[in-house]
């Protein structure tokens, strides 16, 4: 027979709740890494790549893509699921107070940076599609030129709405686990403690 502590809260869970609780974890890291690795591929095939300080600006603007995606909506939430591994018992009293206000800037933050994904996505999806500017078509027919590409749906066409329906897929997974109480961390004897002052 095992003993347990009381340092060991974490409330017993059923097969079928491990079952859920895996399955959206484990979608969720597939749809990080999947968008992340579709983007690499959509600025390298259809984009030519990145560039530093030569070359032409479309080339220097590819990395805002990928920085976004890469660092902001996938890199962030594990550098601070780390951060808190890492400082979990020195920080836990003032953790416990912030919970609430970090709840919901963090939610916030989430829905505002993927929306944000979104909009660039679509400003590059049909302002930016084969989008060549002549003298002679002038800027008004190289723009209705641009919408048509884009509607027939082309390649990148598709590889970017790709993008875009992974990250609200993204989104709507961690709605879902942030809207479980099953999925939340067990509250801490010393958070309660900090709480109960």
């Known amino acids: 027979q095992r003993r347990r502590s009381y340092d060991a809260d974490e409330p017993e869970r059923t097969a079928c709740q491990w079952c859920e609780y895996a399955l959206v974890i484990t979608l969720a890291t597939i749809l990080l890494i999947g968008v992340s690795a579709l983007t690499?591929?959509?600025?390298?095939?259809?984009?030519?790549?990145?560039?530093?300080?030569?070359?032409?600006?479309?080339?220097?603007?590819?990395?805002?893509?990928?920085?976004?995606?890469?660092?902001?909506?996938?890199?962030?939430?594990?550098?601070?699921?780390?951060?808190?591994?890492?400082?979990?018992?020195?920080?836990?009293s003032f953790r416990a107070c912030l919970v609430p206000v970090h709840a919901a800037f963090g939610i916030l933050t989430f829905v505002l940076g993927v929306a944000a994904c979104l909009t660039g996505l679509t400003e590059k999806a049909i302002f930016g599609l084969g989008y060549v500017e002549t003298i002679a078509k002038g800027v008004r027919q190289g723009e209705v030129a641009n919408a048509e590409r884009y509607s027939n749906m082309v390649d990148e066409g598709i590889i970017i709405n790709a993008i875009g329906v992974t990250m609200v897929a993204i989104l709507a997974v961690v709605m879902y686990i942030l809207s479980r109480d099953k999925f939340k961390a067990p509250e801490s004897r010393e958070a309660r403690a900090s709480i109960d002052l």
């Open 40 to 92: 690499v591929f959509w600025v390298f095939y259809y984009r030519d790549g990145y560039a530093w300080a030569d070359e032409s600006p479309d080339k220097q603007f590819n990395l805002h893509p990928t920085l976004m995606v890469a660092g902001f909506i996938t890199f962030s939430g594990f550098c601070n699921f780390l951060l808190l591994l890492i400082c979990n018992k020195g920080t836990a």
